[in-house]
C-alpha cells in the first residue's frame, strides 16, 4: 500500500523504497509465518519435549518483540521537498517518527530542522576542503541525489521534543516529464530500531533453527492448491525428495499422498474450514523409493481478514512405527477375538482373586446352557471346581501366581440343566481389561469319557468272565450242601422214614447258612460288575485290595498261591475311587497269578508261590505294591506293557487292554507306576499317589 | 458196617454228607484237607473214598494217586467244584471210579455207588 502510494507520488524511479519496502514486506511475511508455523508445531509437540516448550518460549518471546519493533519499524518515514528543499510531502510514518504534523513541517526548509549541526558540518567537510566558507545543505543534497548509484547514509534526525534518532537516508531526486529536477525524495528509516530488529529477528530465527531441527515434526507451510514448502531437510528423510523440489513447486504434495487417502485428506480439510481451521490428519504418502510412510499432520488454516485461505501452517511427524504397531495390535487382538468368538472350545475369562466370570464366549455359552449375559458376573466355583483336584486351593490361596499355564486332566462340572459335563481345563494368567486374570481353556471330552467309561465296563465284563470259573467254583460250594441236605431229606422221606429233629435242625441250619453265603458271593460279584460313577472320594487304599481279595483270594488259595498282606491299616489315602482301583489290583493280581502259573508250567512246582501286597504311605503320598514270584518281566518288555494290546499271554487268554487301561486310570489319579524285578524272581508293581489325609 | 471217607475243604458240605450217606447206611468218614484224608485212610481202609479235586494244600489228584498206590482196589469217587473234560480225563486215566460235579444229586451218587460194585 506504502508503494503504491509512493509510486502515485513520485513516478519516476522508487527504486530505493521499492526493495526497502519489499524487504519489509518479506520480513514482516517471514516473521509471521515463521510464528504461526511454530505456534501450531509448537501446539503438537510442547507437551512431549520440554526442551522444545523452552525454546518455543524464548521463540515466542523474540516474536513478540519483534512484532512490537516492525510496527514501528514499519514507518517509513518520507519526506518530499521542492528543489529549494522547502517540504512539500510529510507522510504518516515521518510524522510518527519525528514527532511532527505534517501541517507543522510543510513549507519549511529541510534538512535544517531533523538535522544536527555537527553532523551537517561533518558532512560539508569535504567541500570546504576544496575553498567553501559553507556550504549548503542543499548542495549536499544534490551531492547525495547525484551519486551514482544512489545510496543509503545513516544520519541522526533530530525530532520535534529534542530527542535524536539514528536514521538510514536514502535521497533520490524528482524529476519532471521533462526530466528536469523538481526536488528531492527522502526515505528515513528508524536505524536503531531495524538494527535491534535485526539483532532480535537473527537471535529469532536461531531459536527457529534450533526447534526446528530439534523436534521430530517436519514443519511446513502448505497452499490449497497443494504447494508446499518446507524449511529443513528432514523432509528428505522422510520422503526421499529433497526441499526444494517442494519449495520450487516442482512437487506437489498431492502427488504423493496414497491415492485412496486423498479423500478424508480433502474431508477433514473441509471439515476445519467450517470448525476452527484447525485439523490433524494421518494418512499415507509414498516416498521416493517407493515405501509408504504413515504421517501425522497436525494443521491450521490462515486466513486473510476476508476468510480467503492464504495457506497453511503445521508439522507432520511420522507415526509410521506407531501405526505398525497399532496394526499389530488390533491384529493380535482381532485373532483373539476371532479365536475367542469363534473357537470350538468354550473360553472363560474369570478374576484371579474372585473367579468371577468376566467374558464367556459362544462355546462356553453352548457347552454350559447358560447366555453369555448369565455367565458374566457368575461365580466359575457355581460351573465347577477350576481342577479335578486340591491343588486348585493351593493355587489361589498362594500370593505367587504361576506365570504357567495349569492343566487339569479331567474335571467335572454342571451345565445350567445340572448334568454333568467333562472338561480338560487349561488355565493360564492373562491381564484383562488391567485386572489379573485367568484365562481357561476347556476342552469337552464328555463323549470321551464317556468312551472310557464304556472300554472300562467292557474290561470288568472280561474281569468278570474271568471271574466265572472261580466263582462258579465257589457258588457251587454251597449249593452242594444245600442239595446234598434237600437230598437226604427226600431219601428218607422216600424211605417211609421221618428225619430226626436234630437232623431237620442240621439241614435247616446248613441250608439258611449256605444261602447267605451264595448270596454274599453273588454281592460281591454285583459289587464289582456295577457300573462305576467317575466321582473322585478319599478311598483308603486297603478298602479295593480286600474287595478284590474276597473274591479271587479264594480261587488263589486253591491254585497253592498263598497271598500275603501287609496292609497299613491307618491312613493310605487317596482321592480315587474305588471300584476302578478294585480294577487296578485286579488286573495286576491276576497278572501275578498268571506269571506264578507260567513259572509252574516252565519249571514245576519247586519254588515258593506267593504273592505280596503291601500298602504304605509317607507325609505326601499313599501306595500299595503287589510282588509276585512268578515269571518276571524281560526289561525290553518293561516300558511296552502299557501299551494297549500288548501281551505275552497266549492267544485267547486275555485281550491286553488290562495294563494300558490301568495306567489311564492311575494317571487319571495323578499317579505313577514302577516294575521293578523282585529279588529270586519275579515282579513288583508299585503305585505311588498323591496322599490325602 | 460198610465205610466211605469224604475229603472235602468244605465244612458243611462234610456235614450234609454225613447225613447224606448216614442214609444209605454207610459209616461216613470225613477229612478236610489231603493230609488227614490220607491218615485216615490208612487207618481205617474204606473201600470207598469220595475227594474234592481244589483244595488248598494237595489236591485231589494226588489223593486218587497215594491211595491208588496204597491200595488199588478201592474205589476213588472225584468231585470237582466246576467240572471240565480236562479234568474229567486226566481222573480217569489215574483210575477214578467216578468223576461228579457239584452240585452233586442222588443219581449220580448211586450210578458212582453202584459203577463202584457197591450194593444200595
Known sequence: ?693 | MKKILIIDDEKSTLSMCRLFFGAYGYEVLTAENAGDGLEIFKKERPRIVMTDIKMPGPDGFSVLREIKALAPETEVIVVTGHGDEELAKKAYELEASAFLSKPLNTDEIEAALKRAGEKI
Open chain 1, 1 to 693: 500500500m506504502q508503494y503504491a502510494a509512493v509510486e502515485q507520488l513520485f513516478p519516476m524511479d522508487p527504486e530505493e523504497a521499492r526493495r526497502l519496502l519489499v524487504e519489509n514486506e518479506i520480513l514482516r511475511r517471514e516473521i509471521r509465518y515463521a510464528r504461526e508455523s511454530a505456534e501450531i508445531t509448537a501446539d503438537l509437540v510442547v507437551k512431549q519435549f520440554e526442551e522444545t516448550e523452552r525454546l518455543l518460549r524464548r521463540f515466542q518471546e523474540a516474536n513478540a518483540q519483534r512484532k512490537a519493533v516492525l510496527d514501528s519499524a514499519l514507518q517509513v518515514a518520507i519526506i518530499a521537498t521542492d528543489i529549494r528543499g522547502i517540504i512539500t510531502m510529510f507522510n504518516k510514518g515521518a510524522e510518527q517518527m519525528l514527532g511532527y504534523s505534517a501541517e507543522e513541517v510543510l513549507g519549511k526548509y529541510t534538512p535544517e530542522i531533523f538535522h544536527t549541526a555537527a553532523e551537517l558540518e561533518e558532512g560539508a567537510r569535504g567541500k570546504r576542503e576544496k575553498g567553501r566558507k559553507s556550504p549548503r545543505i542543499l548542495e549536499l543534497f544534490f551531492d547525495r541525489a547525484n551519486r551514482c548509484p544512489p545510496r543509503e547514509t545513516e544520519w541522526t534526525y533530530v525530532r520535534k521534543d529534542g530527542t535524536t534518532l539514528s536514521v538510514k537516508l536514502s535521497i533520490n531526486t524528482l524529476r519532471s516529464a521533462e526530466d528536469a529536477m523538481v526536488g528531492f525524495l527522502c526515505m528515513a528509516t528508524d536505524n536503531t530500531e531495524k538494527r535491534r530488529s535485526e539483532q532480535a529477528l537473527k537471535e529469532s530465527e536461531r531459536n527457529y533453527r534450533l526447534l526446528v531441527n530439534n523436534i521430530p515434526n517436519i514443519v511446513f507451510k502448505g497452499y490449497a492448491d497443494g504447494n508446499i514448502e518446507f524449511f529443513d531437510d528432514k523432509i528428505e528423510a522422510l520422503t526421499g525428495y529433497p526441499k526444494e523440489v517442494f519449495n520450487r513447486k516442482e512437487m506437489n504434495w498431492f502427488d504423493i499422498i496414497v491415492a485412496e487417502d486423498l479423500p478424508s485428506v480433502r474431508e477433514k480439510f473441509i471439515n476445519a474450514l467450517r470448525t476452527d481451521r484447525s485439523y490433524i490428519r494421518e494418512y499415507r504418502i509414498r516416498k521416493k523409493n517407493g515405501d509408504i510412510v504413515w504421517i501425522e499432520a497436525g494443521s491450521q488454516i490462515i486466513c486473510d481478514q476476508q476468510g480467503r485461505i492464504m495457506f497453511v501452517t503445521g508439522a507432520f511427524l511420522d507415526i509410521t512405527e506407531r501405526k505398525r504397531a497399532e496394526r499389530a495390535l488390533h491384529e493380535s487382538e482381532e485373532k483373539y477375538r476371532s479365536l475367542f468368538d469363534s473357537g470350538p472350545n468354550p473360553i472363560l475369562v474369570l478374576d484371579r482373586k474372585t473367579l468371577e466370570i468376566l467374558d464367556a464366549n459362544p462355546s462356553a455359552e453352548e457347552t454350559y446352557g447358560y447366555t453369555k449375559h448369565e455367565m458374566i458376573g457368575r461365580a466359575f466355583t457355581s460351573l465347577g471346581p477350576l481342577e479335578g483336584e486340591t491343588r486348585y486351593g493351593d493355587l489361589l490361596s498362594s500370593d505367587e501366581w504361576p506365570t504357567a499355564c495349569v492343566e487339569s486332566q479331567r474335571t467335572r462340572h454342571r451345565k445350567k440343566d445340572g448334568s454333568p459335563i467333562f472338561l480338560k481345563l487349561k488355565t493360564c494368567p492373562i491381564t484383562y481389561k488391567d485386572k489379573d486374570a485367568v484365562i481357561l481353556a476347556a476342552t469337552d471330552i464328555t463323549d470321551s469319557v464317556e468312551k472310557d467309561a464304556q472300554l472300562f465296563q467292557a474290561s470288568k465284563m472280561a474281569t468278570l468272565g474271568e471271574l466265572s470259573t472261580g466263582v462258579a467254583h465257589e457258588l457251587n460250594q454251597p449249593l452242594n450242601a444245600i442239595k446234598l441236605g434237600n437230598e437226604y431229606l427226600r431219601k428218607i422221606l422216600k424211605q417211609g422214614l421221618v428225619p430226626t429233629a436234630d437232623d431237620l435242625s442240621a439241614v435247616a441250619t446248613a441250608v439258611s447258612g449256605q444261602v447267605d453265603r451264595a448270596a454274599e458271593i453273588i454281592g460281591r460279584l454285583r459289587n464289582f460288575g456295577r457300573k462305576p460313577d467317575f466321582e473322585k472320594t478319599h478311598v483308603s487304599l486297603n478298602t479295593p485290595i480286600w474287595n478284590v481279595l474276597s473274591i479271587i483270594g479264594r480261587q488263589l488259595g486253591l491254585l497253592d498261591i498263598e497271598v500275603k498282606t501287609d496292609l497299613d491299616p491307618s491312613e493310605p489315602n487317596i482321592l480315587g475311587n474305588t471300584n476302578y482301583l478294585e480294577e487296578v489290583v485286579f488286573n495286576i493280581l491276576t497278572n501275578a497269578r498268571d506269571a506264578i502259573e507260567q513259572k509252574v508250567q516252565e519249571k514245576g512246582n519247586d519254588f515258593p508261590k506267593e504273592i505280596l501286597i503291601k500298602t504304605f504311605y509317607t507325609e505326601k503320598t499313599s501306595g500299595f505294591s503287589i510282588s509276585d514270584t512268578g515269571t518276571g518281566i524281560p526289561e525290553e518288555n518293561k516300558k511296552k506293557v502299557f501299551e494297549p494290546f500288548f501281551t505275552t499271554k497266549e492267544v485267547g487268554k486275555g485281550v491286553g487292554l488290562g495294563l494300558s487301561m490301568i495306567y489311564g486310570i492311575v494317571r487319571d489319579f495323578n499317579g505313577t507306576i514302577d516294575i521293578e524285578d523282585k529279588a529270586g524272581g519275579g515282579t513288583i508293581f508299585k503305585f505311588v499317589f498323591p496322599r490325602v489325609k
